[in-house]
T-cell receptor, first 118, second 111 residues
């Protein structure tokens, strides 16, 4: 059974940092692109970042470029999102998702909440 | 403002059929497969339809998808109260700074 479990959420002040982790199980992690997708409370879904199987390619939505870093450790079956210079508008649930094809996120974690507030 | 346009809400009675539309452009829906996701209250999104009209294992055939031009449609027949959820369409976009785009979501109410 495919499982994705996020951790690392919390409350921080604007300008501070947070690091999310996502631990995968039930599939060969190193065979898949992985993604982070976020959802502000009561709002819709927004893709944040993707990373290739070997970590050699990374893509970000414009609003987080230069502030967020996606990475992975295939030996640990883990995906990470380092979020720096956080803003109030980054407040959201962050979901780890497996990318099964160009257009498909086929499995999602339960999400972890980042709250950025003074 | 989402790249893909969905109606904010739809409603229908139990047992009835409902459709949810998703409108885009040639840079997204027009040239790429569409997915649909179901998000039950308080839970993570779940893949419902992929490649326009395919259902993952375990998704009942009450759920169907179609695409025509730059629009896609999710259909749900035999509505059940357990289908009350937010539904999102999503696809790849060839042109924007956000390569993967979603609709704003449609809240389905089963009356």
């Amino acid at each position: 059974e495919v499982q994705l479990v996020e951790s690392g959420g919390g409350l921080v002040q604007p300008g501070e940092s947070l690091r999310f982790s996502c631990t995968a199980s039930g599939f060969t992690f190193s065979n898949y692109w992985m993604s982070w997708v976020r959802q502000a409370p009561g709002k819709g879904l927004e893709w944040v970042a993707n990373i290739k199987q070997d970590g050699s390619e990374k893509f970000y939505v414009d609003s987080v470029k230069g502030r967020f870093i996606i990475s992975r450790d295939n030996a640990k079956n883990s995906l990470y999102l380092q979020m720096n210079s956080l803003r109030a508008e980054d407040t959201a649930f962050y979901y780890c998702a497996r990318v099964s094809s160009l257009t498909t996120f086929d499995f999602w974690g339960q999400g972890t909440l980042a709250t950025v507030s003074s | 403002q989402s790249v893909l346009t969905q109606p904010p809400s739809v409603s229908a009675a139990p047992g009835q059929k409902v459709t949810i539309s998703c409108s885009g452009s040639s840079s997204n829906i027009g040239n790429n497969y569409v997915c649909w996701y179901q998000q039950l209250p308080g839970t993570a999104p779940k893949l419902l339809i992929y490649d326009n009209n395919k259902r993952p294992s375990g998704i009942p055939d009450r759920f169907s998808g179609s695409k025509s031009g730059t629009s896609a449609t999710l259909g749900i027949t035999g509505l059940q109260t357990g289908d009350e959820a937010d539904y999102y369409c999503g696809t790849w976009d060839n042109s924007l700074s956000a390569f993967w785009v979603f609709g704003g979501g449609t809240k389905l109410t089963v009356l």
